[in-house]
């Protein structure tokens, strides 16, 4: 049986959006969504084995997604890397209060 890993980027700016979708998709499958409420959705048709979003994004920002992943006990598992250009040590503990497993800060290699 083969194992396909799949990963949910979730960002509203296209360019990083399509920028990471493209770099991981030669070994994972990649589900796009453009603010929180609609990975949630997509999260929740698809368990994705990992979650990429971007904190700073309209309708439902990327602290909002991670709280609501991590409160549901159907996704409650699946670790969340939190991307942001907000680096300051209060933002960074928000973003681990809420439930993310990683917290990296824009731009990234």
């Given amino acids: 049986m083969l194992f396909i890993f799949v990963v949910a980027v979730v960002d509203d700016n296209d360019e990083l959006l399509n920028f990471i979708s493209l770099r991981l998709s ?13 990975a949630l959705k997509v999260i929740q048709h698809t368990l994705p084995d990992l979650i990429i979003s971007d904190v700073s994004m309209p309708i439902m920002d990327g602290l909002q997604l991670t709280e609501s992943v991590k409160k549901n006990p159907e996704t409650q598992t699946i670790p969340v890397i939190l991307l942001t250009a907000k680096a300051t040590k209060r933002e960074t503990v928000e973003g681990f209060s809420v439930g993310a497993d990683d917290y990296l800060t824009k731009p990234f290699d």
């Avoid at 070994?27 to 929180?36: D, E, P, V």
């Fill in 26 to 38: 030669a070994s994972y499958r990649i589900l796009q969504a453009k603010n929180g409420k609609d």
